[in-house]
């Protein structure tokens, strides 16, 4: 077709109506908020539909990998504590604080008591009995028989200061095992034993109720160590993430027996 021929054919009123909404309909759902959340919201519940889709189908196998490491604990502690009963000591194990079994290997649970701990508004810490002659030294967690609880500041020969996980500089990578999403712990709830959880994509169908532990590649905390549940949930879509609170199983004001977690070597 010549020159003139594909100008008529541009020109023509149709086509130039047909141009003209075009150019309207981009102009409207990119300058228009409502419209455009409206989409972003339709694509959130298709990527919803979809996460749940693939949940469904990997359920089996996920509970086949758990039952395995169920049974693997199992023989674990009971070879444990045959061990300890022919010694007569009693196993320093705070299995209530434990989410994923696997945890117990690589790391010595040294029992410590509180001495002291603070209620201070954004900075609470406490004083452990344990120090550098029991091979305590900084940045080793510490949890309490019912869950994650801080990280080691700070030492001297026979003692330990403990920052909570209620301490404004303290955030933990936590994991949520139910959808194998990570998010990253914060204290910026003035109220002990709350936590918010950011970064947890809109997507996730998470709910309130589901448990959060420690997540893998943390260089403090071995992975599945309980850290709460979630208290609730709400979605914040300016930013693109779950605004979530969390409740946490350890508790500071009933604090006094813990656990400082040590690697074996």
């Known amino acids: 077709m010549s020159p003139s021929a594909w100008l008529r054919i541009l020109f023509h009123p149709v086509m130039l109506w047909m141009i003209a909404q075009g150019v309207a309909l981009y102009a409207y759902l990119h300058f228009t908020p409502l419209p455009r959340s409206a989409i972003e919201r339709w694509m959130l519940s298709i990527q919803t539909a ?3 889709s693939v949940l469904w189908l990997t359920a089996p196998w996920e509970a086949l990998r758990r039952a395995k490491e169920l049974e693997t604990f199992a023989s674990q502690l009971q070879e444990r504590l045959s061990a300890l009963s022919s010694s007569g000591e009693v196993s320093p194990a705070p299995v209530g604080a434990i989410g994923n079994f696997s945890v117990l290997q690589g790391y010595k649970f040294l029992p410590a008591e509180v ?8 900075e609470n810490y406490a004083i452990l009995d344990k120090g550098g002659r029991d091979g305590v030294f900084p940045g080793l967690g510490v949890i309490s ?6 990280i080691i500041a700070e030492t001297t020969a026979t003692t330990s200061i ?13 994991l949520l095992p139910q959808h194998e999403v990570i998010g990253i712990t914060k204290w910026d709830i003035p109220i ?24 893998p590649g ?9 850290i709460g ?12 993430f779950h605004a979530i609170e969390i409740e946490t199983y350890a508790e500071w004001s009933r604090l006094s027996s813990v656990f400082i977690l040590i690697p074996q070597r």
């Open 50 to 52: 979809l996460h749940k």
């Open 115 to 122: 001495v002291y701990r603070s209620f201070l508004l954004r």
């Open 145 to 150: 028989p019912q869950g994650v609880i801080g």
């Open 162 to 174: 403990m920052y909570g996980i209620f301490h404004k500089d303290v955030h933990l990578s936590a």
């Open 192 to 215: 002990l034993n709350r936590l918010s959880l950011e970064y947890v994509p809109l997507y996730v169908p998470v709910e309130a109720g589901e448990e959060v532990w420690t997540a």
């Open 218 to 226: 943390s260089m403090i905390f071995p992975a599945g160590l309980r």
């Open 229 to 240: 549940r979630l208290r609730e949930v709400r979605g914040d879509f300016s930013r693109g």
